[in-house]
């Protein structure tokens, strides 16, 4: 688990780094003010990755829970960004509904966190 956890914090670091890409692009290339919402999610994204990724370090019983909420994460937010940024720059999407499909993932991610942090606060708190 351990290597998975090291692998999302990378990941991590690469969609924030993305993240500020795509906001200087919104900025300087006409018709990219899609690249916004890219940078936003990237950005919120990558810190939350962190944070779940540290919780699914401790040694509990629900770490699985904030991996599989990491991993969702990390998941919706690359491919929801790849596709609108596809389309804004190439005119081309990624897949068909491949950026409905990277939010719908990313919501099951915040779900999972939730579900999470309700586990934990149930067992430390019967």
Known sequence: ????????????????????????????????????????????????????????????????LWLAAALAIALGAALFSADVMLLTLRGARLFPMAAPTGGTILILGWLIACAAGLADLFRRYP
Do not use: F, Q, Y
Not at 3 to 18: E, F, Q, S, V
Not at 42 to 59: D, G, N, Q
């Open 1 to 64: 688990m351990r290597k998975m956890l090291d692998a999302l914090n990378a990941w991590a670091g690469l969609l924030g780094a993305c993240g500020v890409a795509a906001a200087a692009a919104a900025v300087h290339l006409a018709g990219a003010e899609n690249l916004r919402s890219v940078a936003l999610i990237l950005l919120v994204h990558a810190a939350a990755l962190l944070a779940l990724t540290t919780r699914a370090r401790e040694a509990t019983p629900g770490a699985r």
